[in-house]
């Protein structure tokens, strides 16, 4: 092969490399936005064509385990997750995101949501405990660690950390809704009474609304 030809090739890959980058971009942007929307199942096609080429992608592999999230597939989600966290640049393994790069934390809270789906709580417990180390502001993390509370009956503690969550979040209503059901059942209930009333105020149209306002009628 001429020097001339091999000169031609190495050009068109300059130049079709960075568009190869920009179209991976665009399609983890468009599987975010299907996420946004609840369109998981189509998420999920998106993103693996991005896996199709780039099996080692942390961010992909992040979203793709995400879009397994919303159709309860856990264990495939779990699979996706410990890729991401694998794939994961140094540069982000200690916490704060980087820009190409869901990071660690996030990884570990898309874990624990896996593991509860599973029902392995003391795994979820630990990525959750990971997770609050490297983002501690993370309203995401109080969250979840308030469901894995629930499912272990501590009802105390699922109150404390979903009030976590709307100290972090004042907007993020359904931590009002489970911060209620945690008050109702440690028998608290002008707690329970006020967090539903912040939660109708927030999400009138939630499917829960109508049980939540029927509680509350029969309390007053």
């Known amino acids: 092969m001429s020097l001339k030809r091999v000169a031609g090739i190495c050009c068109v890959l300059i130049l079709v490399l960075p568009l190869l980058g920009q179209e991976t971009a665009e399609k983890v942007e468009k599987a975010r936005k299907l996420l946004e929307v609840k369109d998981y199942r189509q998420a999920e096609t998106v993103i693996r064509e991005v896996l199709s080429t780039a099996p080692e992608n942390s961010e992909a592999n992040y979203v793709l385990g995400l879009s397994l999230l919303g159709q309860d597939k856990f264990k495939e989600a779990e699979d996706a997750f410990l890729k991401a966290e694998k794939a994961t ?3 982000a393994r200690e916490g704060a995101d980087a820009s190409s790069s869901p990071g660690l934390g996030a990884i570990q809270i898309g874990l624990a949501r896996a593991y509860i789906g599973q029902k392995q709580l003391d795994k979820a417990g630990a990525a959750l405990a990971q ?3 490297m ?3 993370d309203p995401d993390v109080y969250y979840y660690r308030g469901m894995l509370d629930a499912h272990r009956q ?3 503690a699922a109150a404390r950390d979903m009030d976590k969550v709307t100290e972090l979040d004042p907007k993020r209503a359904y931590a009002y809704y489970y911060a209620g059901i945690a008050y109702n059942q440690i028998k608290k209930p002008d707690k329970m009474v006020e967090r539903f009333q912040v939660f109708l105020k927030l999400a ?3 499917p829960e609304a109508a049980k939540v306002k029927a509680l509350l009628r029969v309390i007053k």
């Open 89 to 91: 640049p140094e540069t």
């Open 204 to 206: 009138p149209d939630a």
């Open 131 to 133: 997770a609050e180390k």
């Open 135 to 137: 983002k501690p502001a």
């Open 154 to 156: 501590d009802y105390t």
